[in-house]
């Protein structure tokens, strides 16, 4: 064999499906062997007794000694998935990592197609079509219509993929300093992940691949789905704004990233604190202490992108400034329905009429949007049954 490949699959659950991740992965063996690849999963038992290989359901197909599956302890007490992942990473000899989580599992030949493309163009990773649990492949991130074999950080709006998904070259992540940001609950791999895709070497989208496939079988315990205070929420943005790379990252670069961080995650969690039913005992979705934390974080992006987002709509700089002035949930209620009701040229247009088709705006957006459709930038195999 003259490559390798490793999958790494962290899971804190025994009842979660690995068996099925496990099973997807080894499948493509006799493929990629037969192209000099050697394949292997390696399962991290993360804060699990050893015993949870005989009595979760889960494993029930991939026993220890199974070939090619090898199986680690990783005990750190915090319910992300930072610690195994890292763990992982740092013993790996592969040439090339994937990642999949407990719950998910990779389409036949994904592998294969993904490693030809990294080989053709010694990419520093191919991220992944991304099959969402409704069977659709995710636009993201935002690739320009005529389908880059080299993508580009700010063309090719890598800010909107948030997590590393595909085929990592092992090299390239260690010449980044590439880790999972430990000792918080969620956005573990947005920093990371921003530097690899900005900092590391050639990009790649493998067009017509098999897809990585997201399921909605993480049961209720699952640690991104409840809401928790904004400071917490957002933990991981203090290790991206602390980041080297990011503070002497140009204007541009800046302003996508700040844009996407506002855009995304931060009407994100205005919309789901206030769409959320409040419960009797719980903490307070949205009170002045988060009030204050908001403006507080608003300012602190709008620092990084140098004080201005020239294509933020309209709508979106409103919405973003006024949640600041709201003191309860009712407030934010009443604010996010005005957002939801905004006309179309509140979505479309820029506070300054002539920044509504700079590159990153909803216009130019729609518009890309249309045309990738029509090049069949995202279109992939059908989902296999």
Known sequence: MTQSIEVVIPVHD???????????????????????????????LHNLATDSL???????????????????????????????????????????????????YLEPGSLLSWWEVAEKHHAAAVIAPLRT??????????????????????????????????????????AVGFGYTEGILTGEDLEPTLRLWFRSG?????????????????????????????????????????????????????????????RVHGIGALLRRADAPGFLGD??????????YWRELATRVM??????????????????????????LRQLQVLTAGYRASGRSGELLTPRKLDSLSNDSIIRHYVKERLRGWTGVFRAPPAAT
């Open 14 to 44: 025994p009842a979660r499906p690995v068996a099925r991740g496990i099973a997807s992965v080894l499948e493509q063996r006799s493929e990629l062997a037969a192209c000099g690849v050697e394949l292997r999963v390696t399962v991290v």
């Open 54 to 104: 005989s009595r979760g359901p889960g494993f029930t197909a991939g026993p220890p000694g199974a070939a090619g599956v090898s199986y680690l302890s990783h005990s750190d007490g915090v319910p992300s998935p930072a610690g195994p992942r890292n763990f992982a990473l740092n013993r790996s000899t592969a040439d090339y990592l994937s990642f999949l989580d407990s719950d998910d």
């Open 133 to 174: 649990p409704e069977g659709n492949i995710l636009a993201a991130p935002r690739i320009r219509p005529s389908k880059p074999r080299v993508l580009h950080p700010l063309r090719d709006g890598l800010a909107y993929r948030s997590v590393p998904y595909g085929l990592l070259r092992r090299e390239s992540l260690q």
């Open 202 to 262: 050639p990009i790649c989208y493998p067009y017509g691949a098999p897809a990585y496939r997201q399921t909605d079988d993480s049961g209720p315990a699952r640690v991104t789905s409840s809401i928790r205070p904004l400071r917490q929420e957002f933990a991981w943005l203090e290790n991206l704004l602390e980041a080297d790379w990011l503070r002497q990252a140009t204007t541009p670069e800046r302003r996508a990233i700040a844009h996407k961080i506002l």
């Open 283 to 292: 903490p307070p979705l949205w009170d002045s202490e988060e009030s204050l």
């Open 303 to 328: 620092s990084l992108a140098g004080g201005s987002i020239p294509s933020i709509s309209r709508r979106d700089a409103n919405f973003l400034q006024a949640a600041g002035a709201a003191s309860d």
